[in-house]
């Protein structure tokens, strides 16, 4: 069966660092990713969209990484901030249709 | 340019009563898409209507429906409703669904209660 994989521990860091998030997917070939930001009590927030064609993509301090052959995607967050912290989301949008499958999340904690 | 709005924000039923929420998606974006977020489950895929049709459906019993109005507002229904349907219900429009066009704006959510 389909499945995204995202790390489910907290992963804590400290400000200043790079932060590294990981999505790992199994029986699926996505076509994009995407990675959402949610804070609690709020919807997840759009940050960055991948296509199954491109290594890399960056956006101030953020970048995303798609590789479709470890079907793994890293997002990472240079020079963190404590205003970083909050959980992150990879979620896939299949060639098969384009609804998107959400992972589970990853819960960011940047400490001054 | 206002963003995706929902009503009501709480709501609290109890079993075997039926509810509707209702979403009002970005202005000039045609596709809707309901998701149901549970600290167990995390964020799932209900469906999504574009221009007034089901365009996909996820893996939810018929209790769940929904439906999308000429004006591109849309709204869900749990009929029958089960402890388990407590939640928060996220609405998300995007400009056409697809690919590239497929970034989702979300509401801030309707937390709904079944006692």
């Known amino acids: 069966s389909q499945k995204i994989e995202q790390n489910s521990e907290a992963l804590n860091i400290q400000e200043g660092k790079t932060a590294t998030l990981t999505c790992n997917y199994t029986?699926?070939?996505?076509?994009?990713l995407q990675w959402y930001r949610q804070d609690p009590g709020r919807g997840p927030v759009f940050l960055l969209l991948?296509?199954?064609?491109?290594k890399e993509k960056r956006k101030e301090r953020l970048k995303v990484t798609f590789d479709t052959t470890l079907k793994q995607s890293l997002f990472h967050i240079t020079a963190s901030q404590p205003a970083d912290s909050a959980t992150y989301l990879c979620?896939?949008?299949?060639?098969?249709?384009?609804?998107?499958?959400f992972g589970g999340g990853t819960r960011l904690m940047v400490k001054p | 340019k206002a963003g995706v709005t929902q009503t009501p924000r709480y709501l609290i039923k109890t079993r075997g009563q039926q509810v509707t929420l209702s979403c009002s998606p970005i202005s000039g974006h045609r596709s809707v898409s309901w998701y149901q977020q549970t600290p167990g489950q995390g964020l799932q895929f209900l469906f999504e209507y574009f221009s007034e049709t089901q365009r996909n459906k996820g893996n939810f019993p018929g209790r769940f429906s929904g439906r999308q109005f000429s004006n591109s507002r849309s709204e869900m229904n749990v009929s029958t409703l089960e402890l388990g349907d407590s939640a928060l219900y996220l609405c998300?429009?995007?400009?056409?669904?697809?690919?590239?066009?497929?970034?989702?704006?979300f509401g801030p959510g309707t937390r709904l209660t079944v006692l």
């Open positions: 979620a896939l949008e299949s060639r098969a249709g384009n609804m998107l499958t």
């Open positions: 029986n699926y070939s996505p076509a994009y």
């Open positions: 998300a429009s995007s400009l056409d669904g697809q690919g590239v066009y497929n970034e989702q704006f």
């Open positions: 991948i296509r199954e064609n491109e």
